[in-house]
């Protein structure tokens, strides 16, 4: 079974602090992105990545930016976090275009 | 623009009724894949079902099925016999060909006892 993991459930952060998400994947996956989630809006794609240190710009990238240096690990930077970025944030995998698998994902709250 | 549109942004159904999760999209590929995702309180997200746009058949997994329309670009889940573990967020989604997935807003059903 594929496995994606995220560094914590849970996460409270101060406004104006750097803030780290970790992701990692178990299946050699090419593909690795990441998303928030907010009420109403679905899922919108904040960054994503076809290799490693490859890495393209989702829908809404501002405020954000990833590092891929190993193909198992995508990390998501909020470089000055922001109340505006509270959020539910998931990371997911993929092989190829087909089905992405997602990890449980992080609540970040910013004060 | 290909988009994903889920019109019922909440639903409530009874355990062991049939309930009928709508979607429908918009795209000029002919090939595509369709699907829907699971997302229950606090858990993972998960594929729940796929349709491949070439198959005529509908997909069906259990107790869930889906009414595929291309024509109409219609693409709706149903889940029959509704058990309390179904209560989730459910995403109707449609992958790119460059490899993204756009997701619909989410319908969230409530299974009620």
């Known amino acids: 079974d594929v496995k994606v993991t995220q560094s914590s459930r849970y996460l409270v952060k101060r406004t104006g602090e750097k803030v780290f998400l970790e992701c990692v994947q178990d299946?050699?996956?090419?593909?690795m992105f990441w998303y928030r989630q907010d009420p109403g809006l679905g899922l919108r794609l904040i960054y994503f990545s076809y290799d490693v240190k490859m890495k393209e710009k989702g829908d809404i990238p501002e405020g954000y930016s990833v590092s891929r240096e190993k193909k198992e690990r995508f990390s998501l930077i909020l470089e000055s976090a922001s109340t505006n970025q509270t959020s539910m944030y998931l990371c997911a995998s993929s092989l190829g275009g087909i089905e992405q698998f997602f990890g449980p994902g992080t609540r970040l709250t910013v004060l | 623009a290909q988009t994903v549109t889920q019109s019922q942004p909440e639903m409530s159904v009874q355990e062991a009724e049939t309930v009928t999760l709508s979607c429908t999209y918009d795209t000029s590929e002919n090939n595509y894949y369709l699907f829907w995702y699971k997302q229950p309180p606090s858990r993972q997200m998960i594929l729940v079902i796929r349709q491949e746009a070439y198959k005529q058949q509908n997909a069906t997994e259990n107790r869930f099925s889906v009414n595929f329309q291309k024509a109409a670009k219609s693409f709706s889940l149903k889940i029959s016999d509704s058990q309390l573990g179904d209560t989730a967020m459910y995403f109707c989604?449609?992958?790119?060909?460059?490899?993204?997935?756009?997701f619909g807003k989410g319908t969230r059903l409530h299974i009620l006892p």
């Open positions: 299946m050699d996956h090419e593909n």
């Open positions: 989604a449609f992958p790119r060909t460059d490899d993204k997935i756009i």
